[in-house]
């Protein structure tokens, strides 16, 4: 295309989309003319940022040094420092000392404060600890830590590509507020597929060489470690394997397929484009090049990808989002609208499920289940943006509260458990066919547990008051907890031995632990701050517990 590119018409012009389901920056290619000079053939991206409409986190402030807005959100890369930006921190690989180098994306480095430096980077350096130790708990290892599909995604990206740049330079990071950490979006992968920086002496780019053991860069530690674990390794495997398969794109006549397409669209423009720089002599010996080092780098990683028996036949719980309420009508008690949102979760099953882990996938809204909340057959939970307003306008706690909110017109809202397996998946709209819930005092709500919920024609839109804190008791009548709400004191009671009581507030910090209380116990609240609690009481088969509400 000659002439000025508007950005309307950048949005049109070849623009790339995320095939596999993780973000990618919208590229385009163009021709590029300087005041009636032809500079020729370009490939045009946009910038990584954070933005809704590109890495969706929320931007943190310099205000944000406290928790829960210090935990996100940020960009993260490792790279080398360019126009002055200062180096926050470095961590060492596997042949090298210190030499990764991690930079501020967001914030800007000169705003990061030192309270964000340091809760950022010890992510990153918990990271390490986890993965030196091999732990794949999903409590206390990286599972907890972070995003596991978009690690693996990102990884065999740069794998299928022989990025000779990857881990080390051009690598992103991101993580939202009280979300995981995910790796990407992929950036800046020219030193692939063959190519180097051959006129220094490099050749890196093999097909038969994975970056992260290619004796140079490396990028950090738990790179190799992750792709060493067993656990890892397998969903890795996995994906490779799903990814592959006739149709998918990976697969190596999608990609030949792909490179044909994008040939046929730029093939004039080549022409051109030699003309003036003799950039490519021969292109279609170079395209064929190409196709031939993708049909010795893809049967090498299948080699080295076979095996994923342990994690082929995953079982997940079978947990269903069940009402949605992403665009409440403001209220003169509460007039910010946003307050009132809330997902409803069922477990469809008759046995008890652990939601220890489960997690919401994606960016936009940010929820991660506590260690030891258990969910009984057929029973509910509630989780709102914020615990007060619930409260206040349904007339009992959430269990918990969600990071960032539901978008009014549609969102794909995605459950997920501890290693991102798929429990469920719903794509809401505020068209039709959905029902109408979208700001008028009704909210979506799951015909039956039974129906697929991903249709339109399985929801409803209801504005009937939800049901009391009998829908949300997970313990039935195993513990009773008076008065509550409670002012100064607290009397719980179990019907057996508590070998565990604790409290936490709903960012998870413990404001009361207690070991061995027996069947009966008071606590005191007289200097606990206003607001929701989570009890939780360790007895014999399992964990009991309670939201309490502290006036």
Not at 52 to 79: C, F, H, M, W
Not at 393 to 410: C, E, H, K, M, Q
């Amino acid at each position: 295309m000659f002439g000025e590119i508007t950005k309307n018409e950048i949005k049109n012009v070849h623009a790339t989309k995320p095939q596999i389901g993780q973000y990618a920056i919208r590229t385009a290619y163009c021709e590029v003319v300087v005041n009636g000079d032809y500079r020729g053939l370009y490939f045009l991206g946009e910038k990584i940022k954070p933005d809704k409409n590109r890495v969706n986190v929320e931007k943190i402030r310099p205000v944000d040094n406290q928790q829960p807005a210090l935990s996100g959100g940020y960009i993260t890369k490792t790279d080398k420092p360019t126009g002055g930006d200062p180096i926050a921190w470095a961590m060492s690989s596997h042949i090298g000392f210190n030499d990764n180098e991690f930079i501020h994306d967001w914030p800007d480095p000169v705003d990061a404060t030192v309270a964000q430096n340091n809760y950022i980077k010890s992510v990153f350096v918990n990271l390490q600890s986890v993965c030196t130790a091999n732990n794949a708990s999903i409590t206390t290892g990286f599972p907890a830590i972070i995003d596991l599909p978009s690690f693996v995604d990102f990884i065999l990206i740069n794998e299928l590509a022989s990025n000779a740049d990857a881990y080390t330079y051009s690598t992103y990071y991101h993580k939202d507020r009280d979300g995981k950490l995910r790796a990407g979006p992929i950036w800046d992968m020219n030193l692939t597929y063959g190519n180097d920086l051959f006129e220094f002496g490099f050749d890196r780019s093999k097909t038969d060489v994975w970056q992260f053991y290619n004796g140079s860069n490396e990028g950090p530690k738990y790179i190799r470690d992750l792709f060493n674990n067993p656990t890892f390794k397998c969903y890795m495997a996995r994906r490779w394997n799903q990814l592959t398969q006739p149709g998918m794109p990976l697969n190596p006549l999608r990609l030949e397929q792909y490179i044909d397409s994008t040939v046929a669209l730029i093939s004039e423009a080549a022409l051109r484009e030699n003309a003036r720089w003799g950039t490519v002599v021969n292109h279609p010996f170079a395209v064929n090049v190409l196709k031939n080092w993708l049909d010795l780098r893809i049967p090498w990683i299948n080699s080295k990808l076979n095996n994923f028996s342990a994690c082929a036949n995953v079982s997940t719980p079978p947990l269903v989002i069940s009402k949605i309420q992403y665009h409440p009508e403001a209220t003169p008690a509460i007039p910010e609208e946003d307050r009132l949102e809330f997902l409803e979760i069922t477990n469809a099953g008759a046995d008890q499920v652990n939601l220890t882990g489960v997690y919401f996938g994606g960016l936009g809204l940010t929820y991660q289940f506590p260690s030891g909340v258990y969910l009984a057959g057929g029973e509910t939970v509630f989780l709102a943006s914020d615990a007060t307003a619930f409260q206040q306008t349904y007339g009992f706690a959430p269990l918990g509260v969600f990071s960032r909110n539901l978008s009014n017109s549609d969102q794909l809202l995605t459950l997920l458990d501890a290693f991102g397996n798929e429990i469920d998946r719903v794509h809401y709209r505020d068209d039709a066919p959905w029902p109408d819930a979208d700001g008028n005092g009704r909210y979506l709500r799951l015909i039956s547990v039974d129906l697929d919920n991903s249709l339109a024609s399985s929801w409803e839109a209801v504005g009937s008051p939800l049901v009391g804190m009998d829908e949300v008791d997970l313990s039935a009548n195993r513990i009773t907890v008076f008065p509550n709400p409670a002012g100064a004191r607290l009397r719980v009671t179990a019907t057996e031995v508590m070998d565990v009581l604790e409290l936490t507030d709903l960012q998870g910090r413990v404001f009361y632990r207690g070991e061995h209380v027996g069947t009966e116990t008071e606590v005191d609240l007289m200097d606990w701050p206003s607001g929701c609690y989570l009890l939780k009481a360790g007895v014999k088969d399992g964990v009991l517990f309670k939201v309490v509400v502290k006036r």
